[in-house]
């Protein structure tokens, strides 16, 4: 077993035996034991006898692993922290589905009652859920009158609000205009019967009042432990404003931030950034002032087209008859001209496509950029479950990275009754050999997790060899993260010189053993962040 170069253990390291350790380290895939410095660096990984050698004679604590399997902490690549801190916490959340026009005041009721807090956001009333069935904002009305009320949907992409959201927000409730990617519903006279979707919800999401900075420093340290106990040190935040930044740089200040965090602050569009286009592009400008020891923030995010989802289908695809995009889907017109900006910035782009159109858009889109910039930033597609046959060769060739999320619809029964919307092609990323990233777009539900999730696709990765299939998903939830990010010097394997940011897990996941996996302990910088108890 050979062992990477070993530094000279400082005072009051610490030394790790015993373990069962998949390094992510190319050349030395695998040891037992390793040694973290007191500022949470590992500084020799090899053998039980070379660390017990090194630990007797400097006098080193001893940490027995006790033969767990140990790999380094999961980079997420796709997660809402503020958002689902906040859903987890202070607005209500609605059983998964079975929410009709008819029971919609009771859930709402009820959900009320468990909150922990509440007026986070004023006087308005804000619940999650999947679908309400049968609904027009007449519901609400004879509960809520006054009070503005919305109940988010779709994934994050649709919304249900009653007529004094709407009017609160500024719609014209009668004779409210389509624009470019929205979705109105409406009534037999053509009027707004208070659920939307996508570009639609834009005056809604801007107009919510938002929380006080205390809370939000609040509800991110809850969102933190959350990733934690995923087994998550890393992470790409996909809707990044205003108020998150600030939250995590008050974190930083209080040492309290345990995780490195790579901030995507929304360009477009401003619905999922719930802050105006305006102030969010100024956000843009000045996001070196928000860069921290853990905090990163050169990366961008667009939502580009909808979602593949029933009722609304608002995926933009590539039409059958003639192989051209269905632009009506599309929520931006422009992106390539946000590509080129950011791109000459040096700033990373995540993209949110989903339908095959979309994601053609954007690789064309990138091609144009490493035209004109070839030694610029590492882009990232976020999603990919709609990529043409002739694209996925694209990714390698334009130094693409493909974010595969979210992480829970791998294997799916929605996804699997998509009709092949929903798709997930690892085989055909790998043979292509694309960088590849998993994210669990985490939103409003209970936990981050994406271990429990990828079961269901060693197979497909490994070519029907589990062991393969294990490796390749280790790495990509690792070290192909923190390359995505620009940090592999420093992040996403066991090796010296390294970050020791480590979790020890309660299957051997290098050989395929995800089935049931969980977290059992999360170290960040050689602390120990969290313990299943």
């Given at each position: 077993?050979?062992?990477?170069?070993?530094?000279?253990?400082?005072?009051?390291?610490?030394?790790?035996?015993?373990?069962?350790?998949?390094?992510?380290?190319?050349?030395?895939?695998?040891?037992?034991?390793?040694?973290?410095?007191?500022?949470?660096?590992?500084?020799?990984?090899?053998?039980?006898?070379?660390?017990?050698?090194?630990?007797?004679?400097?006098?080193?604590?001893?940490?027995?692993?006790?033969?767990?399997?140990?790999?380094?902490?999961?980079?997420?690549?796709?997660?809402?922290?503020?958002?689902?801190?906040?859903?987890?916490?202070?607005?209500?959340?609605?059983?998964?589905?079975?929410?009709?026009?008819?029971?919609?005041?009771?859930?709402?009721?009820?959900?009320?009652?468990?909150?922990?807090?509440?007026?986070?956001?004023?006087?308005?009333?804000?619940?999650?859920?999947?679908?309400?069935?049968?609904?027009?904002?007449?519901?609400?009305?004879?509960?809520?009158?006054?009070?503005?009320?919305?109940?988010?949907?779709?994934?994050?992409?649709?919304?249900?609000?009653?007529?004094?959201?709407?009017?609160?927000?500024?719609?014209?409730?009668?004779?409210?205009?389509?624009?470019?990617?929205?979705?109105?519903?409406?009534?037999?006279?053509?009027?707004?019967?208070?659920?939307?979707?996508?570009?639609?919800?834009?005056?809604?999401?801007?107009?919510?009042?938002?929380?006080?900075?205390?809370?939000?420093?609040?509800?991110?340290?809850?969102?933190?432990?959350?990733?934690?106990?995923?087994?998550?040190?890393?992470?790409?935040?996909?809707?990044?404003?205003?108020?998150?930044?600030?939250?995590?740089?008050?974190?930083?200040?209080?040492?309290?931030?345990?995780?490195?965090?790579?901030?995507?602050?929304?360009?477009?569009?401003?619905?999922?950034?719930?802050?105006?286009?305006?102030?969010?592009?100024?956000?843009?400008?000045?996001?070196?002032?928000?860069?921290?020891?853990?905090?990163?923030?050169?990366?961008?995010?667009?939502?580009?087209?909808?979602?593949?989802?029933?009722?609304?289908?608002?995926?933009?695809?590539?039409?059958?008859?003639?192989?051209?995009?269905?632009?009506?889907?599309?929520?931006?017109?422009?992106?390539?001209?946000?590509?080129?900006?950011?791109?000459?910035?040096?700033?990373?782009?995540?993209?949110?496509?989903?339908?095959?159109?979309?994601?053609?858009?954007?690789?064309?889109?990138?091609?144009?950029?490493?035209?004109?910039?070839?030694?610029?930033?590492?882009?990232?597609?976020?999603?990919?479950?709609?990529?043409?046959?002739?694209?996925?060769?694209?990714?390698?060739?334009?130094?693409?990275?493909?974010?595969?999320?979210?992480?829970?619809?791998?294997?799916?029964?929605?996804?699997?009754?998509?009709?092949?919307?929903?798709?997930?092609?690892?085989?055909?990323?790998?043979?292509?050999?694309?960088?590849?990233?998993?994210?669990?777009?985490?939103?409003?539900?209970?936990?981050?997790?994406?271990?429990?999730?990828?079961?269901?696709?060693?197979d497909a990765v490994g070519g029907?060899?589990?062991?393969?299939?294990?490796?390749?998903?280790?790495?990509?939830?690792?070290?192909?993260?923190?390359?995505?990010?620009?940090?592999?010097?420093?992040?996403?394997?066991?090796?010296v010189g390294k970050k020791a940011?480590?979790?020890?897990?309660?299957?051997?996941?290098?050989?395929?053993?995800?089935?049931?996996?969980?977290?059992?302990?999360?170290?960040?910088?050689?602390?120990?962040?969290?313990?299943?108890?």
């Amino acid at each position: 077993m050979a062992s990477t170069t070993p530094q000279s253990p400082a005072d009051n390291s610490t030394a790790y035996i015993n373990g069962r350790v998949f390094t992510i380290h190319p050349q030395h895939p695998r040891a037992e034991a390793f040694i973290v410095s007191p500022s949470g660096v590992f500084t020799t990984v090899g053998s039980n006898d070379e660390v017990k050698a090194l630990a007797k004679n400097h006098n080193l604590i001893t940490y027995d692993l006790q033969n767990a399997f140990i790999m380094p902490g999961l980079h997420d690549a796709h997660v809402h922290m503020l958002f689902s801190g906040i859903a987890l916490t202070s607005q209500v959340r609605l059983p998964g589905q079975g929410i009709t026009g008819k029971n919609v005041v009771e859930e709402l009721r009820k959900g009320s009652c468990a909150c922990k807090f509440a007026n986070v956001n004023g006087d308005w009333l804000v619940a999650h859920g999947y679908l309400v069935e049968d609904y027009d904002r007449s519901v609400l009305d004879g509960e809520w009158p006054d009070t503005p009320v919305m109940i988010r949907g779709g994934a994050g992409h649709s919304a249900f609000l009653n007529s004094a959201a709407l009017v609160r927000a500024g719609y014209d409730v009668e004779g409210e205009r389509d624009g470019q990617g929205t979705c109105y519903k409406r009534d037999a006279n053509g009027h707004l019967t208070g659920e939307m979707a996508e570009n639609g919800m834009s005056k809604a999401m801007t107009s919510i009042p938002q929380p006080r900075l205390s809370h939000v420093q609040r509800v991110l340290a809850v969102a933190q432990q959350k990733l934690h106990a995923a087994g998550v040190t890393s992470c790409q935040e996909a809707s990044s404003n205003t108020l998150l930044l600030k939250g995590l740089q008050a974190l930083e200040a209080t040492h309290s931030l345990k995780l490195e965090i790579f901030p995507h602050i929304v360009y477009a569009p401003d619905w999922i950034g719930e802050e105006s286009s305006e102030s969010l592009h100024a956000l843009l400008d000045r996001a070196e002032a928000f860069k921290s020891t853990h905090v990163d923030t050169r990366f961008v995010k667009i939502i580009l087209d909808g979602v593949p989802l029933a009722p609304y289908w608002t995926h933009a695809a590539l039409k059958p008859e003639d192989n051209k995009v269905d632009e009506s889907k599309l929520l931006m017109l422009n992106v390539s001209e946000a590509i080129k900006k950011y791109d000459e910035r040096g700033m990373t782009m995540k993209i949110h496509c989903t339908g095959t159109g979309a994601t053609r858009i954007v690789l064309d889109a990138y091609a144009a950029a490493r035209q004109r910039n070839p030694n610029g930033p590492r882009h990232e597609i976020a999603h990919c479950s709609g990529v043409h046959e002739d694209d996925y060769k694209r990714f390698r060739e334009l130094n693409v990275t493909a974010e595969m999320s979210p992480a829970f619809f791998f294997t799916h029964p929605i996804t699997a009754g998509s009709g092949g919307l929903m798709n997930w092609d690892f085989a055909k990323m790998r043979a292509h050999n694309a960088h590849t990233t998993i994210g669990s777009d985490w939103g409003a539900g209970e936990a981050p997790d994406l271990l429990p999730f990828l079961d269901g696709i060693v197979d497909a990765v490994g070519g029907s060899d589990r062991q393969v299939g294990g490796e390749a998903l280790c790495r990509m939830l690792t070290l192909a993260g923190a390359e995505a990010v620009g940090r592999e010097k420093d992040l996403g394997s066991i090796e010296v010189g390294k970050k020791a940011n480590f979790i020890a897990v309660d299957r051997d996941l290098s050989r395929g053993e995800f089935e049931g996996a969980s977290c059992l302990t999360t170290w960040f910088e050689g602390e120990v962040v969290y313990e299943k108890l």
